[in-house]
Every structure is written in C-alpha cells, then in structure tokens.
C-alpha cells in the first residue's frame, strides 16, 4: 500500500455520506445501474439500494469504471422491504414520479436524511412504490420530451443534494461512525486480506499512519 493511495482512500471516505442514497427499482440496464453507481461515488454516497422483481440484478458494466469498488450494493427482495428498511434509518423517501403531488426536485431540502427512489427506465416507479415514497419530486422538461434517461435524472438531482450539502458543511467532517470508518477504511485498502479475515472470523488489524498494517 503506497501512502499516496491510501491517504486518497482516506480522503475519499472522510467525505461518504451515510445517510443520503438511492434507491433503483427494476433498472434492468446494466449500462443505467453502472452510470448511476458512478454519479453516487461522485457524489460521495456510500451504499446504493437495489431491488429488481422484473429482471435480475444487471451486472454492472465498464460504465461504472471501477467506481463500484468504492460502493456497497444493497438488495432487497421487494419495494415494501426496502422503503420500510430505509425508513427505519429515518431516510426520507422521495420518488422521481409525476403525480398531482409532485413538486420540482430543487424545492426538497437533501440536506436531511434523504433516499431518492428511481424506477425503471421504460414505466418508472411502480404504484405501490409511489404510494410508499414521503413525497414525489419531478425534473421541469422545456422540451418536447416528457422525462430524462433514468441514470440523467440520478446525476441531475444527486448534484443538487451535493450542492447544498457542500453549502451546509456536511462534507467537511467525517460522518461515519468509528468502528464502520475503520472497518471499511481496511477493506477499501486491502480487500484481498480483508477477505482472508473474514473467511477466519477474525478482526482486521490495525492500520498506522500511512498505511501499513500492525500485526
């Protein structure tokens, strides 16, 4: 581990957000999945949530660039499990939908705990997943077209929750807990080795100034 990685791993995770994310529902495209992966690690989200009842969970492809290192995926069984499970981390749900209740995506406050749920590229989100969500956020379209391509309307509201996030300070101070920082900070720096810990059940050792692990 050279101390220049790693000290850029460590930048990286000082600035994860652990409680903003998304929340794809049967985006099927890998090439979607993948570009929306990379706008998250941009962004500076730690885990995307997945659930895909149509189609299996598509394999994320070269459109990621890697960024899918850097980001845990979360599947869940279905769209109930999964707004309940974020829910309980006291995320707000708001899904990209059009409905009378609709308001434009710059109005909500991402500051504060936030999921944004996508649906799929064809339908959007599902009724039910409407019905779940805390509120329904939409993009305004100038054009002739109704709606963005769904990995587009990811980039374009999660650069908005980074704008204000940037503007609230929130990325200048670690905001993961100590033990889940070191845990990953481990992981991200040796994944082969942390692997190796796991397969035993051991704890991972400690890690010093640049880097370097102590036995």
């Not at 990209?96 to 710059?106: G, K, L, M, P």
């Amino acid at each position: 581990m050279l101390p220049r990685r790693y000290h850029r791993i460590k930048q990286v995770l000082d600035q994860r957000q652990p409680d903003l994310t998304v929340l794809t529902e049967d985006v099927h495209k890998s090439h979607n999945l993948s570009a929306i992966i990379r706008t998250c690690d941009a962004v500076g989200i730690l885990t995307v949530h997945t659930l895909n009842v149509i189609d299996e969970l598509p394999e994320v492809s070269l459109v990621a660039k890697g960024s899918d290192k850097w980001i845990f995926l979360d599947s869940h069984p279905d769209i109930k499990t999964a707004i309940t499970h974020l829910k309980q981390q006291n995320l707000k749900i708001y899904a990209a939908h059009f409905s009378e209740e609709s308001v434009d995506y710059r109005q909500i406050d991402y500051t504060q705990p936030t999921a944004i749920l996508l649906g799929a590229e064809k339908w959007g989100v599902s009724q039910e997943a409407a019905q779940l969500a805390d509120g329904h956020i939409i993009i305004p379209m100038l054009g002739m077209v109704q709606s963005l391509n769904v990995s587009v309307a990811a980039a374009v509201i999660l650069f908005e929750a980074q704008r204000q996030r940037l503007g609230a300070k929130m990325y200048d101070n670690t905001r993961l807990a100590p033990e889940t920082y070191q845990r990953i900070l481990f992981e991200w720096s040796y994944p082969d080795i942390a692997a190796k810990y796991q397969e035993k059940g051991e704890c991972y050792p400690s890690l010093g100034e640049n880097g370097e692990i102590i036995q």
